[in-house]
């Protein structure tokens, strides 16, 4: 079984959700990033599960990317994210309404994941993008963990990375 079909497994998404999104945003010349934990195993040598795929959109293809999403997936609105949905899949697409990392898209990499050739945030952009969730008093604690984690893996890809910290963070992961 290969990484894509494994995830899917664990996900449930019967639908292909993920291949489906990816193609429609391709097709569609949308520009856009893979952020999160997902871009985050595009660089790391240990993948993580994720039930989430977490993309930037430049800001001109935001509305071109609500109606695609739209016209064949279920979408609800939050305050930070567009949550896309399929009823035959676990997973969701949280399309980042105002990334705190402006440009990322431009700077994105294209990179293999789960089988996948998409374009994914430069591992700074994941880094400080991770640093910000990390450090987000109103995340859930168990959030907060994961994203450090997720700091501690790219900092083994790209050790100089580590430089980038502040010391709250540089605490918490090597106390």
């Known amino acids: ?23 429609m945003l391709e097709e569609s010349g949308v520009r856009y990033c893979v952020i999160g934990g997902f871009g985050v195993n595009a ?14 959109v430049a ?3 935001l509305e071109r990317v609500r109606e695609l999403f739209e016209a064949q ?16 899949s676990k997973m969701q697409v949280q399309v980042q309404l105002h990334p705190d990392v402006p ?9 293999m994941v789960s089988e996948l050739s998409l374009p994914v945030a430069a591992p700074s952009d994941l880094l400080k993008l991770k640093v910000a969730a990390a450090l987000e008093p109103r995340r859930r604690a168990s959030k907060r ?15 100089d990375l580590r430089a980038e910290l502040p010391s709250e963070v540089i605490e918490r992961l090597f106390p």
């Open 73 to 88: 997936f279920r979408v609800r609105e939050f305050e930070h994210s567009l949550n896309v949905y399929d009823p035959d």
């Open 103 to 111: 440009g990322a898209e431009t700077r994105a990499q294209r990179r």
């Open 59 to 61: 800001v001109g293809d």
């Open 43 to 56: 660089y790391s040598d240990s993948f993580m599960v994720t039930e989430d795929l977490d993309i930037i």
């Open 1 to 23: 079984m290969g990484s894509l079909r494994f995830w899917q497994a664990v996900v449930q998404d019967k639908s292909d959700f993920l291949p489906r999104v990816t193609s």
């Open 145 to 159: 963990q994961k994203d450090l984690a997720d700091i501690q893996r790219l900092i083994e890809a790209f050790p």
